[in-house]
T-cell receptor, first 117, second 112 residues
Framework: GESVGLHLPTLSVQEGDNSIINCAYS??????FIWYKQESGKGPQFIID?????DKRQGQRVTVLLNKTVKHLSLQIAATQPGDSAVYFC????????????????FGKGTLLTVNP | NAGVMQNPRHLVRRRGQEARLRCSPM?????VYWYRQLPEEGLKFMVY????????ESGMPKERFSAEFPKEGPSILRIQQVVRGDSAAYFC??????????FGPGTRLTVL
C-alpha cells in the first residue's frame, strides 16, 4: 500500500553542522507535507510545511525541499544545536473520507537526530 | 493561550478494564484528531471529529474503541476491555479549520 517512510532511522551530527533528514513518499495524490519534531515524552511539534505546488520553503534555520519527480522530501537544519536533538517525522496530508477541508496525517517512522556538543 | 490539553498523562489499566482518554482542544478549535503511537513508530491516524460529529473513523479498530466530541466538554477516546496490545501513546491534535494540527502531550496507556 502507499505510505510515507524515511531513509535513515538515526542521524548523529556535531553541534554547528548542518543536518539533512530525508523522507520518501509513494502517494502521488498527496498535496501537503509537514515536518514535525518530537522530543522524548512530548507530542509532535510543527516545524514547517510545504504544498505540492512548491519546491522549497524556508523557515528559521530550517528549509524543506520537495522533489515530486522522485517523491522525496527533505528537512535541512542549519547550524544544528543540542536543542534540536529529537525524533523528526515527515507526514503527508490526505483529505478526510467526507472530502471536507480537514485532513488526516500519515506519518513516517521517524529519524532520531542526535547533536553532539 | 493554552495549548491542547490531554489527561491523564499516564494511565495504567488491567486487562479487561476500560480506559477513558480526554482531550481539550485549543481555544477556538473545533476540529479534533486522535492518533496512536507505538514505541519507535510514527503516529497512526485513528479518528477525526468535529463538534458532535465523527467525520472520519477509518483508523479506529472496529471493536472496543469509540470516540466522541460533545457540544460541551472535551473529546473522549474510550477503549473498552483493554488488552496488552492497546498499550501505546495516544495523541490528540486540534485545528481551527484545516491543515496545521497542534498536538497535545499525549496519554501513555499501559495495560498490565
Amino acid at each position: 500500500g502507499e505510505s510515507v517512510g524515511l531513509h535513515l532511522p538515526t542521524l548523529s551530527v556535531q553541534e554547528g553542522d548542518n543536518s539533512i533528514i530525508n523522507c520518501a513518499y509513494s502517494n502521488s495524490a498527496s498535496d501537503y507535507f509537514i515536518w514535525y519534531k518530537q522530543e522524548s515524552g512530548k507530542g509532535p511539534q510543527f516545524i514547517i510545511d510545504i504544498r505540492s505546488n512548491m519546491d522549497k520553503r524556508q523557515g528559521q534555520r530550517v528549509t524543506v525541499l520537495l522533489n515530486k519527480t522522485v517523491k522525496h522530501l527533505s528537512l535541512q537544519i542549519a547550524a544544528t544545536q543540542p536543542g534540536d536533538s529529537a525524533v523528526y517525522f515527515c507526514a503527508e496530508n490526505q483529505r478526510s473520507a467526507s472530502g471536507g477541508s480537514n485532513y488526516k496525517l500519515t506519518f513516517g517512522k521517524g529519524t532520531l537526530l542526535t547533536v553532539n556538543p | 493561550n493554552a495549548g491542547v490539553m490531554q489527561n491523564p498523562r499516564h494511565l495504567v489499566r488491567r486487562r479487561g478494564q476500560e480506559a477513558r482518554l480526554r482531550c481539550s482542544p485549543m481555544k477556538g478549535h473545533s476540529h479534533v484528531y486522535w492518533y496512536r503511537q507505538l514505541p519507535e513508530e510514527g503516529l497512526k491516524f485513528m479518528v477525526y471529529l468535529q463538534k458532535e460529529n465523527i467525520i472520519d473513523e477509518s483508523g479506529m479498530p472496529k471493536e472496543r474503541f469509540s470516540a466522541e466530541f460533545p457540544k460541551e466538554g472535551p473529546s473522549i477516546l474510550r477503549i473498552q476491555q483493554v488488552v496488552r496490545g492497546d498499550s501505546a501513546a495516544y495523541f490528540c491534535a486540534s485545528s481551527p479549520t484545516y491543515n496545521e494540527q497542534f498536538f497535545g502531550p499525549g496519554t501513555r496507556l499501559t495495560v498490565l
